[in-house]
């Protein structure tokens, strides 16, 4: 019997997901090339930050209707 996989049906994510994302991916580059300084967000885990946002992308393309 072969193998079958369930297709991923991939859907654009809606547009508060992408802003969302941007925003958080842009706050993370600033702090870490611009030297803005964000409490929240320090130099030693902007690359956290940015695999944050890039995690939220991909939740908004896989899940639909989010």
Request: cysteine-free.
């Amino acid at each position: 019997m072969p193998f079958r996989r369930a297709p991923i049906i991939l859907t654009p994510p809606s547009f508060p997901i992408f802003v969302a994302s941007v925003i958080v991916a842009v706050l993370a580059l600033l702090v870490h090339y611009g030297g803005v300084s964000i409490p929240v967000i320090t130099a030693r885990r902007a690359f956290d930050v940015l695999a944050i946002a890039y995690v939220l992308l991909l939740v908004g393309v896989l899940v639909r209707r989010l």
